[in-house]
């Protein structure tokens, strides 16, 4: 896979190298971020997603308890809401949630946060499966032809569902295809239109 993503999916998350002005690493951005997802703040007993310390080794709490005493987050009748400035540096860094959630493709918080784009990333993303689903038609094809060349009898009826099973793969990945494209179309749109 990491011919078409030119990243494994064992990159790391975060690598700590992008220097923010507020002096905050971006993962311990990301979960102000998180916290300030909802509009009328988080239960201050929920618990902090689990992610956080397998994928971004965080003391989920701990910062939480830093960015209070920073007064970037404050509780209030029982929820964790971010204060002013905490909204400002959320609402600044607010792209790492979508790098974060970015699942299909291996992010790194630190090398994709300075040049991130959602629309060229999702446009990226949709040019890769257009190239995987037409390399997997191609080489389906190339197992029909296979099986074709046998000349097995009628009677093999394993090899023939061999051929219609790979037959509907090449249909349904050019049908795929098809619809990426179209995807394709609207998506540069969005970038053309900058929106």
């Known amino acids: 896979m990491s011919e078409l993503y030119g990243r494994g999916f064992d990159f790391p998350k975060y690598n700590d190298n992008f220097i923010t002005t507020e002096g905050y690493p971006l ?4 979960l ?3 916290w300030g997802k909802t509009k ?3 239960k ?8 956080f310390f397998h994928d971004y080794n965080l003391n989920a709490e701990k910062i939480t308890r830093k960015f209070k005493d920073e007064s970037l987050l404050y509780d209030d009748e029982g929820k964790t809401l971010l204060t002013e400035e905490g909204r400002v540096i959320a609402d600044k860094y607010s792209s790492l949630w979508e790098i974060h959630s970015a699942k299909e493709y291996p992010t790194n918080l630190d090398i994709d946060f300075p040049t991130w784009n959602k ?4 446009l990226m993303m949709c040019q890769m499966q257009i190239r995987y ?4 038609a191609k080489f389906c094809k190339k197992l029909v032809n296979y099986f074709n060349s046998l000349n097995a009898p009628t009677s093999a009826l394993k090899i023939h569902n061999e051929i219609n099973y790979y037959i509907n793969e090449i249909n349904s990945n050019l049908a795929r295809v098809n619809d990426l494209k179209e995807k394709l179309i609207i998506l540069q749109d ?5 929106i």
């Open 27 to 30: 993962r311990e951005l990301l």
């Open 32 to 34: 102000l971020v998180w």
């Open 40 to 42: 009328n703040g988080r």
């Open 44 to 51: 201050s007993t929920i618990s902090i997603p689990k992610y």
């Open 119 to 122: 629309n060229k990333f999702d």
């Open 133 to 136: 689903h037409s390399e997997y």
């Open 190 to 194: 969005r970038i053309d239109d900058n």
